[in-house]
């Protein structure tokens, strides 16, 4: 298995290793002297051809000549043979002819039938030879005496001559058989047949050696150095004779013909092998070079990495604050610098939130420091829980907290984080095993009207704290300079609600709810108003929904409930002690997990039977959280307390949850009521909500009566409850009691029994 990795490190480490070019440049000597060695054999083998048809040619021309010899001598046997009486005088002038035309004879003898030499020319130096018996031995006799009988040359070879030295002669039969007449015999020296030849090229570049079996016979030039290793030999073509003509180049003639390029092949190759290896010493080193380089870029690298992490850490913590674990007021304001340049070019608005903690102070100098700085961690942790990518919550030093919203589309969303603020401080926070309150007074200003660069946001919203301290402690106040009216007063009115819970200033109206079967008041809607010290009394219509949005919804429907209760009680004795009321929640209100808690604590609190109290909701119920709805209407519904639909036909189309939901009535908006003697549909809606509602077993109301036609109309259909201007307008409690007692509906409405 591993044998891939590490055949693989293996390949990788040699082709690092020094050892690599010094193989590589002995690869390529091997290469250069196999190539010479190649050249110089084909070299060699040239020369070899050549010397050899040198020795072809010499042979050859040696072959003519000695052939040329033999002609001559043959010519001179065939006259003596046509003049048998040939004068001595005219055979030596022929004989001397011959001589000269060939010079290399050393005689031409005359021999008779009896191999005697008779005569010879020239006679100088060959006086001896006269008288001489040429059958010197029994072979010489026996070729001789062949040759006159057959009439064939005869070659004596080489023999010692009697006139000194060694030669060769040629006997040339005169006439054969009987009529043979002795021989015409030309005794020559060898070296003088080889001088005769016209060679001198090659007796300057060869040993010339003429050997016979026994060994040489001739050499010319053996003096001088010479090739043994390129010697050639050739069989020399003469008749009778076996000789062997062997040509042995001169040291100087082969180093003439010997060419360069073996050892300039080798060089090249052997240079080539040299580059070739000082190049991959190089690529090595500088691969090597390479490696301690990237090696020390990434330590350097690493290095880097370490000090930017450790920058990030400083400037976290220079931007951290090291009690609350919060952003710190330096980095909170450079930030919020920041932010404004970009709200500016998005053209959103910026909210800034000075928060101060009430009490803090007292409780931090009565319990110690160590306490204060507890309390401000948990107030840190729940003020936290609030931030996310578009609010930043800063702490800002002793008692006072920061917070950036950004972007912000309408003030709204500023009222809605206002509101989970406030909801923070709702709880109590858990010190040293003890529970302590604590609220909050918060300043805000918003960018741009507000101020348009932090310093002035951060002075407006310290301003605008001043002022809410000054209002009453755990309010909120905004900075509204530069802010539309219209936007100062919805500010002003959320604001002034919680100011309005704590002083008491809402109050119930109540309605009622006419029997139609009886003619009888069996319930009250409990309406709630504002009474402003300022603005008078408020409909609900101008502060319910800016409470739903900054969650406040919930206290006023405790508030709400609680009012409901105790008026229950306190109408116990009297002769209102069988009305009913009802109370409108909003949806939002069934968010609250305590909400059922409350209610039944509520009842018990005053002592009121369940069933005295109805909620009404309206049909946005059924749109989000119908599991949680449901669950918490069940369990409304088994307290015993009532619940009606609302508005009932204008928010939600679907009226299977009608079948699901604990419904004990449903109340027609006063829209399909308004016009429903006049107009058809609505009278048509109102007839099938009213048949609808039976069906599945539950009550219908109408509201919003204002004529007796309508109302007529709703007894016609039998609608079960009627609320209206006409029966009554909402009206505070005491006059309730008053209008029920005196009975004044029943004397108006008596005209409808
Ligand atoms: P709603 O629950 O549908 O209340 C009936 C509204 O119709 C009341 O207005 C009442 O004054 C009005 N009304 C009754 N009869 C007539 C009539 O014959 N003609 C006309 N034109 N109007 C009539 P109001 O008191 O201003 O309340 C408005 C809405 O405010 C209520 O509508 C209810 O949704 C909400 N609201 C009132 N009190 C509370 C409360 O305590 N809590 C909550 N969450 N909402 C409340
Ligand atoms: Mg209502
Ligand atoms: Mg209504």
Redesign the pocket.
Known sequence: MDSKPSTTRLLTRSLWSPVLPVLVFLLFLVVAGLLKHGIEQEEKSQLDSSIEAEATTLARELQQDFNAHTLALRRMAARRMAQPDLPEAIWRADARRYLEHFGTYQAVEWIDSDFIIRWAEPMAGNQEVIGYNVAFSDSRRRALQTSALTGAMDVSGVITLKQGGTGLVIYEPIGQAEANMGFIAGVFHMEQLLESLNIPRVRKNFHIDVLDKVGPIYQLEAQKPAEKEFRQSVALPLPEINWTLQLTPTTGWIERQQSLWPVFTFLTIALMGLLVSLAILLVQLVMKRNQVLTRTQNDLQQEIYTREAVQQDLVRIESTDALTGLANRRFFMEDLAHTLTMADRQLRQVALIMIDLERFQTLNDSLGHQFGDELLVAVSQRLDSLSDERVLVAYSGGDEFMICQQQVEALDDVIGLLGQLQQCFGQPFMVQGQEYSITATMGVAVFPQSGLDADLLLRNADIALYRAKENGRNSYQFYTEGMQDREVMRLELDNDISVALAKDEFVL?F?PQLDLATMQVGSV????RWQHPVRGLI???DF?PLAEESGR?TD??RW?VLAACRQLAEWREGPLAHLRIA????GRELDDDHLVDHIQQALERFGVPPDRLEV?LTEEIFIDNLERNLNQLTRLNKLGIHLAI??FGVGYSSLAYLRDFPVDLLKID?SFITRVTERHDDAVITRAVINLAHNLGIQVAA????TEAQLNFLKNHRCDLA????IS??IPADELHALLVRGIIFDDLTSLK
Do not use: C, K, T, W
């Open positions: 109206f309605q809607e409990a309406l709630i409909p609900p219509m319910i919804i006023i429907g709400v109370v409108n929640l909003s009404e609302d508005d006063r509201e919003g009566i204002e609320q209206g201007y006409l307008r909402p």
